[in-house]
């Protein structure tokens, strides 16, 4: 029980609310919150449904207040604040411990001598959530009179209590709650079988105003909303017995709590099966794998019904093309879900248009976003990686037209003027009012990192996916020389990056301003990227058979690609990751916070980004030989997993010490990266 916590951390409210849980369904649905039972964020809640899976999420359930009664005394286990900033009532008081059980939250009440234990887990595949009460200890019988405060809105919005003219239908084992005509129904239902252990109340039109979510309101943003009271449940427990309340959308979801939570049980064991590097990591490793499938969801298309995607981030992300290609190996392959990882590469390839994939699918639907420049660049990437692991020549010729095309498409030119520049090989990408790369924020019209020319890390990356075409060619026995010589222009231009008078790499060259010699971290690719013997994760391929080694030729010179790596250690390098900018920069920005301006203004301009951690740790370790340092890069992450986010890694953190962590508290490229990166150490012995 890595991730655990006593009286210290659950009694203390600034301590207990600033750590989040997060269970997930597979379909993009999930439910979340925090130690204390206290809504701090409009993304907070028991279901949030995918009624589109993976979109169209929507907060259904929005908590439940219970209240318990043991031996005539009433102990509150939840805990509000409201609007006025009162908190009321003091639930977290009664927490005696919480541990994550797998991925699943698990509080434990103390009531006199008695205990009560709640778990919360979801159904894969299904908008149905699970919560479980157990009395584990108690000389007398405990009852519990739960509220069911209820929505039905779009997961980046608020409510303000209004007309709605809800219905409720009271059924044998609970309720179902309707919005409106045409909503998706709620079935809000217990396990419990007979009178004698439950009994249903209905509150129609009964509003809850002024819940005040903290964390909304230091983002800038709405942080007011009300909650409809749609019904209670009078729960009856005797010691030693159980009861679970599961919601869903489902009208005949499974109702035995007991079977349900031994299939969730089942899924986290088959998950470490398939690693079996990381049975014998640390335990927080183990932690990472779980938390590994919680970003993998459905995509489902008329021609692929199975097809996959990767969310990139809980609780406000939905799936983004750069995110899934970039965290596709540490999420799949470094976990041995060959399968998943097939899945996925299948179903971006469909989404290939003038040689891109999408940058972002719009959470209400409609056409994909193309505007990114690097997705597609990492789309080889993890080919390459996946190919190298499985030595799948099935899916590598069904995917080859599509490459072949991404390849013509660059040399020629596509979408927002990128293409390879003939002179020198090197990637140009960019337009006016437009952010392509990954350092992307964007102000109404104001790109605030632009990075308009040639951005290092996409010729790095296109040297990459060329390799990686020569080497596809010779293995499906395609001619391959007009990749190599593509690859060899692009090697002979990229040393034009070197900037002798700094001693590292120039961030991007041939700007509008000529040559950008910012210093920020898109240089560890050229160091990272071509990867020569340091594998991705399991030493063998699914058939049992050695894995395959690609090597390419280094972009840089031995002492080049030191001093790359020294300037980020020595300038970017946090326990959380690399800084997006030098702190000598007079555009730097330590802190991250308030509103929208002025949290994007800093996102890229010095804010630490979690998931370059890998991509340094791998060039340290390609530079300096030294597994068990490479390691202790990687250790400040073990201790991440028990803030922000509990067993998960976050987003973002700030530049400035004590580098608090910020933005999504579960981000798929960080525990992407860190997986992969303590695999690849743990595979060369180190």
């Given at each position: 029980m890595?991730?655990a ?5 659950c ?5 207990a609310?600033?750590?989040e849980?997060l ?5 993009g649905?999930y439910?979340s919150?925090t130690?204390a ?11 949030v ?11 259904m ?11 005539d005394?009433?102990?509150p286990?939840?805990t509000?604040r409201?609007?006025d900033s009162?908190?009321e ?8 411990s ?14 006199a001598?008695a ?8 159904e894969q595949?299904?908008n ?7 009395s584990?200890?108690?000389s007398?019988p ?7 405060l ?5 997961y980046h ?10 219905r409720?239908?009271?059924?044998t ?13 709620l079935?809000?239902?217990t ?14 039109y009964n509003?809850?105003?002024?819940f ?32 679970t ?8 979801p ?9 299939l969730?049980r089942?899924?986290?064991?088959q ?14 490793i183990?932690h ?7 970003f993998i ?9 199975e ?16 995110d899934t ?12 879900r060959?399968?998943i ?21 719009p959470d209400?639907?409609?056409a ?10 990492w ?6 990686a ?8 099935e ?5 080859w037209p599509?490459l ?18 003939p002179?020198?090989?090197l ?6 009012g ?5 350092m ?14 040639k ?13 990686a ?7 499906l ?5 007009e ?13 034009r990056?070197?900037?002798d ?7 991007v ?15 560890i ?17 699914p058939?049992g058979?050695?894995?395959q080694?690609?090597?390419?030729t ?8 030191r ?19 030098s ?18 203004s800093?996102y890229h301009?010095g ?12 060039a340290h ?7 068990a340092q490479a390691?202790?890069?990687l250790?400040?992450m073990a201790?991440?997993?028990?803030s ?5 890694l ?9 580098h608090?962590?910020?933005?999504c ?22």
């Open positions: 890595v991730i916590f006593g009286r210290e951390i009694c203390n409210l600034d301590s609310e600033s750590r849980w269970v997930t369904n597979g379909i649905g439910a919150g130690i039972n206290l809504l701090t964020r409009r993304y907070h809640g028991l279901l449904a995918a009624l589109k899976p993976p979109l169209a999420r929507t907060l359930l929005a908590k439940l207040d219970e209240t318990a009664v043991y031996d005394r009433a102990y286990l939840y509000n409201w609007a009162t908190i009532p003091h639930g977290y008081n009664f927490i005696e919480f541990h994550l059980e797998g991925t699943m939250p698990v509080w434990r009440f103390a009531l001598d205990i009560i234990e709640k778990r919360i887990w979801m595949g299904a149905t959530t699970y919560i479980q009460y157990r584990r200890r108690g007398k405990v009852s519990l009179a739960v509220k069911a209820v929505n039905y809105r779009d919005g608020t409510t303000s209590a209004g007309d709605w003219q809800l409720l239908e009271t059924l084992r609970g309720v179902c709650v309707t919005a409106f005509d045409g909503a998706a129904p079935y809000l239902l396990d419990a079988e007979h009178e004698a252990k439950f009994r249903v109340s209905a509150h129609l509003w809850y105003y002024g005040d979510l903290a964390a909304e309101k230091r983002r800038g943003l709405d942080y007011c909303e009300d909650h409809l009271h749609a019904a209670t449940f009078h729960l009856a427990l005797a010691p030693g017995s159980s009861v309340l599961i919601a869903s959308t489902d009208k005949n499974e109702l035995n709590g007991g079977t349900a939570l031994e969730r089942a899924g986290d064991r998950l470490l099966q398939n690693c079996p590097q990381a049975r014998e990591s640390p335990d927080w183990e990472l794998v779980l938390a590994a499938d919680q969801v459905s995509r489902p298309l008329p021609e692929e019904p097809g996959k995607t990767i969310i990139a981030g809980y609780p406000w992300f939905s799936d983004w093309g750069r290609t970039i965290a596709l190996p540490g999420l799949t392959i470094c976990t041995g060959w399968d990882a097939r899945s996925i590469l299948r179903t971006f390839a469909r989404y290939v248009d003038r040689g891109m994939l999408p940058n972002r699918f209400g639907g409609g994909p976003e193309y505007n990114t420049a690097d997705a597609t660049l789309y080889f990437e993890a080919i390459r996946y190919i190298d692991a499985t030595g799948d020549d899916l590598l010729s069904e995917l599509a072949c095309e991404i390849v013509d498409w660059h040399v020629k030119g596509t979408r927002y003027n990128i293409r390879v520049d002179d020198d090989g990637v140009y990408a960019g337009e006016t437009l952010q392509l790369t990954w992307d924020a964007k102000i109404g019209d104001w790109v605030v990192t632009p990075r308009i020319g951005p290092i890390e996409l010729s790095a990356l296109w040297y990459n996916a060329i390799q075409m020569a080497s596809f060619a010779r293995k026995g395609k001619p391959h020389h990749y190599q010589q593509l690859g060899d222009r692009s090697a002979a231009g990229f040393t990056f070197w900037n008078s700094t001693g590292y790499c120039y961030d060259l041939d700007g509008p301003d000529g040559n950008d010699s910012s210093l920020r971290p898109n240089q690719f050229a160091v990272s990227l071509p990867l020569d013997s340091i594998p991705a994760g399991s030493a063998t391929s058939a058979g050695m894995r080694k690609t090597r390419y280094p972009l840089l010179t031995p002492l080049q690609r001093g790359a790596v020294d300037a980020c250690a020595q300038s970017l390098l946090t326990s959380h990751g690399l800084r997006s900018l702190p000598q920069h007079p555009h730097y920005r330590p802190t991250y916070g308030g509103d929208q301006l002025q949290r994007d800093a301009q804010t630490v980004w979690g998931w370059l951690i890998g991509p340094f740790v791998l370790l390609h530079v300096y030989k030294n597994p390691r202790e890069f250790e400040p201790h991440h997993i028990m922000g986010g509990v067993g998960s976050g987003e973002i953190f700030d530049a400035d010490a004590p608090s962590p910020r933005g508290t579960a981000q798929a490229w960080t525990v992407a990266e860190v997986l992969r990166a303590w695999l690849a150490i743990n595979t060369l012995g180190g």
